[in-house]
């Protein structure tokens, strides 16, 4: 009989082990290896079945085996040193508390919003490099003591489980979880009944969610979760599947995320005590809609009209794009966006008094047709960050319509290179010989390891990994109907002193997961090479709906399947956090190819550097700016070749004359079997790129230069209830009327000596018709730069013009007069012009609004 349905029930525990169930449900553990070894001594076994899931090995240790540990009297020390040492985590003060006795203006609470949250395997909320990077964050700032409260979606299937059919296509699976037999308790009121959030659907329906809650050490998780008796069936299915479903589907998930997440953070804090946040951060477009909910609740309890409420919206806003190519960014028809948020029935609409029109225009775009959920990310949000300085400079690009007359260095968005919690991803034995991740870079300067120490302890860290390949190859030959007497030759797939390459990430086509096949022959000729053989694990999921993502991975196995190179390249499927632990600790190289500059950042090279590894990859992402010419390689690209067939060909061909000349001599040439040169690289990596690679540095940088401004503009655009509001408010709907009409009418400059040289000054006059603003209400700027032959400024300098007074006579009313003094900026041909842009001291900075006048 097939049981109907499944659940899962958690075990009586002895008094004395009572502190095990906090220590499971706090996620504090999967980056604390103490609290990993205790659970793994009570049964090895469950917790290798378990797949190392603490509360998995509370449900399957019988109850005599209990009884036996609470008699042990070194096991119940033990459990209540462990429980003190969680505690005093918790609760005392860290970086952050430090910080605040000096600056009040820190947020008293972050509000953190994504899809999917990779904090550990054993909660799958994730699909890849987006959500293991959110998991990272969470678990940075709660070492750090940055007070977030993080939100996304519980989805009932996580992603999918990857497997491999005979002919190498990839087979999905959807193992339906149950949310009791995870790390979670469930957000309940006063009378402990499960708190729901509801969001309006149209037709008078309503979607319900309850909220789960996981902790991610000092940071609570609170995940929604559709799938209530509440629901009508469609409803429940809302979070079923991590990007599943149609466009219909993904709208709902995002509405729930967003609308139906900010509820759940009020909910939680009201039970709770938490600070209410002032300061919301998203995480990729798919949470935007939060920015109109808020706009929705400022408007009911403050009395503030839509313009009013965005000021204060996009004051307390952080938008992160994650996005390096347009094909990337959400979008959604117009029609079905207006049928979500149409306010035609009040009394049934999503956001009730709040315009359907406002809300279209936030996500308008060059296509009319079209809703584009970047595009109201941005208009939501008064700072929005790339995640590398090379994807700062291409989202200014991308995105740059929005800000029309502007210079693409102007558009403002900046970056925050991304970072990843060392904690989690590198190997115990890379601690214990270097020490702990620290902010400096001398830890293995003057009295470091040895290169025979270091050399050692790559070699056991390869050879970890190669009993791992050994065994999830047998395994997934197994799951695709070999029988056991024909897999003896697994057992001697990989060879611990063989140079190893590792290449696991998503499959999308911008990464050229085949890259490395461009020359098949070339390629077997390195993994067979008698001297100087390189062998190579690749890993990786494409999209469910994704068949060219699939036939990728389809040509990688079917290469890899030859019998004459399977013991050394092998495809491993159903990539997730727990197999990628085995290839950043032991893999020498890591492999990154993508077509530059579509990788937004990238970040499991920088997981490797944690453990010694050698990064080989295009200059882009991370390591355009990371890269220094003694941590790994960089693979020459091909820029400005359109044709992607020879510029794939290219660029192959220099990844493969990389490791023919560089990478594997250095790997091999030894004294004394020690590669020297190898090790002297592995030393350069750990001293110089640990640190910088820190999650910490990243949620440091977007504490101090993004929390920490959007907080004080927040607090500033309340005061006086709301006056900074209003007075925004109306500043727009003053410069929307007049700026059609704002001209500079008049320019001229001198004081030029007959032969100008760098640095000479001249003086800047414009006359500015204002069409009714007043002078306080506009910046006047004099810009000078390199010209060319199309008269287009380069290399500019732009210099504040000071009002000097209205004009009388001739010049058209309200026209007033406007100098500076410049000093010439370059050599050879020189322009200037004048421009006109908003100011207010309540802006971001003069650009924010996208209005600029040129003269001319």
Not at 189 to 216: C, F, I, Q
Not at 472 to 495: M, N
Not at 635 to 641: F, H, K, Q, S
Request: net charge negative; hydrophobic share 40%; proline share 7%.
């Amino acid at each position: 009989m097939r049981a109907l349905r499944r659940f899962t029930v958690r075990a009586q525990l002895p008094a004395p082990l009572q502190p095990l169930q906090t220590l499971a449900m706090n996620l504090r553990w999967t980056w604390h290896p103490p609290t990993q070894d205790l659970f793994a001594s009570l049964d090895h076994q469950a917790w290798e079945r378990s797949g190392h899931d603490p509360v998995r090995v509370l449900g399957e240790i019988s109850s005599a085996r209990f009884a036996e540990l609470a008699a042990d009297a070194e096991t119940v020390v033990t459990v209540r040193e462990l429980a003190d040492d969680l505690a005093a985590y918790l609760g005392e003060p860290r970086w952050y508390q430090v910080e605040n006795e000096d600056d009040p203006n820190l947020p008293e609470a972050v509000a953190y919003f994504s899809m999917e949250f990779g904090v550990s395997e054993v909660l799958p909320n994730y699909s890849g490099g987006l959500g293991v990077l959110a998991g990272d964050h969470l678990k940075a700032a709660s070492d750090l003591g940055v007070p977030l409260v993080a939100v996304g979606l519980l989805y009932r299937s996580g992603y999918f489980r990857q497997s491999l059919a005979l002919d190498g296509w990839q087979v999905e699976t959807y193992p339906v979880l149950d949310p009791q037999g995870l790390p979670l308790h469930l957000l309940t009121d006063e009378s402990g009944a499960p708190t729901l959030v509801s969001v309006n659907m149209p037709g008078g329906r309503v979607l319900n969610a309850r909220v789960w809650r996981a902790a991610v050490g000092r940071v609570p998780l609170l995940l929604l979760d559709s799938d209530i008796e509440e629901n009508d069936a469609d409803l429940r299915g809302v979070t079923d599947r991590l990007y599943g479903g149609d466009q219909d589907h993904r709208i709902r998930q995002e509405i729930l995320v967003g609308v139906g997440g900010v509820r759940a953070v009020r909910a939680f804090c009201a039970a709770s005590g938490h600070p209410v946040p002032r300061v919301f951060h998203t995480n990729e477009g798919h949470a935007g809609y939060l920015g109109l909910e808020r706009i929705r609740e400022l408007q009911d309890a403050e009395g503030l009209d839509f313009d009013e409420a965005l000021a204060v919206v996009r004051a307390g806003t952080v938008f992160t794009t994650h996005t390096p190519v347009p094909a990337g960014i959400d979008r959604f028809p117009l029609d079905m966006v207006r049928h979500y948020f149409d306010d035609s029935a009040k009394a049934h609409a999503l956001l009730p008094g709040v315009a359907t029109d406002r809300v279209l225009a936030l996500g308008a775009e060059e296509n009319p047709s079209m809703f584009n959920m970047a595009h109201m990310g941005l208009r939501l949000a008064q700072r929005a960050n790339g995640v590398s300085k090379l994807h700062g400079a291409v989202s200014r690009g991308m995105f740059g319509d929005l800000w029309s007359g502007f210079d693409t260095t102007e558009v403002p968005i900046g970056s925050v290179t991304n970072g990843v919690h060392g904690q989690t991803w590198e190997a115990e034995e890379v601690t214990a010989l270097i020490g702990p991740p620290a902010p400096h870079p001398a830890a293995l300067e003057g009295d470091g390891p040895s290169d025979a120490l270091l050399w050692d302890l790559r070699t056991s860290l390869r050879t970890r990994l190669v009993g791992e390949v050994r065994r999830r190859v047998r395994e997934a030959w197994l799951q695709r109907g070999a029988s056991v007497p024909e897999l003896s030759w697994t057992d001697h797939v990989f060879d611990p002193d063989v140079l190893t390459v590792g290449f696991a990430r998503r499959v999308p086509t911008y990464k050229r997961l085949t890259l490395m096949l461009r020359d098949p022959d070339r390629l077997r000729d390195m993994l067979l090479d008698p001297y100087r053989p390189v062998q190579l694990v690749v890993a990786g999921k494409a999209h469910p709906a994704d068949d060219g993502g699939k036939a990728l991975i389809q040509q990688i196995v079917r290469f890899a399947d030859d019998p004459a190179v399977r013991h050394r390249i092998v495809f491993l499927p159903d990539y997730d956090m727990s197999m990628a632990r085995y290839l950043y600790w032991g893999c020498d190289v890591w492999l990154n190819n993508p077509l530059r500059p579509l990788e937004a950042c990238g970040t499991s090279g920088m997981k490797s550097a944690l453990n010694g590894g050698l990064n080989l990859s295009i200059r882009d992402g991370w390591w355009d700016e990371f890269y220094d010419g003694a941590n790994g390689w960089a693979i020459p690209t091909a820029d400005g070749v359109d044709d992607p067939h020879r510029r794939d060909d290219l660029e192959a061909n220099a990844l493969y004359e990389l490791l023919a000349t560089q990478v594997a001599p250095a790997f091999y040439d030894r004294t004394e079997g020690v590669p020297h040169r190898w090790v002297e690289l592995v030393r350069h990596t750990l001293t110089t790129l640990r640190p910088q690679v820190q999650a910490t540095r990243m949620v440091r940088e977007y504490v101090e230069d993004w929390y920490s401004p959007a907080a004080r503009a927040a607090r500033r655009i309340a005061t006086d209830d709301f006056a900074p509001a209003r007075e925004v408010a109306a500043f727009r709907t003053r410069l929307n009327a007049a700026w059609p009409s704002v001209k500079v009418v008049g320019v001229d400059a001198s004081g030029l000596p007959d032969t100008p040289v760098v640095g000479a000054p001249m003086t800047v006059r414009a006359v500015v018709a204002l069409a009714g603003l007043d002078p306080t209400d506009v910046a006047v700027e004099a810009v000078v730069g390199r010209v060319g032959e199309t008269d287009e400024l380069t290399e500019t300098v732009t210099v504040p013009m000071k009002h000097v007074g209205p004009v009388d006579g001739a010049e058209p009313d309200g026209a007033e007069r406007f100098e500076a003094g410049v000093q010439l900026p370059h050599a050879g041909l020189t322009g200037y012009t004048v421009r006109v842009l908003p100011h207010n001291p309540l802006l971001a900075s003069p650009v924010e609004l996208g209005k600029v006048v040129l003269a001319g």
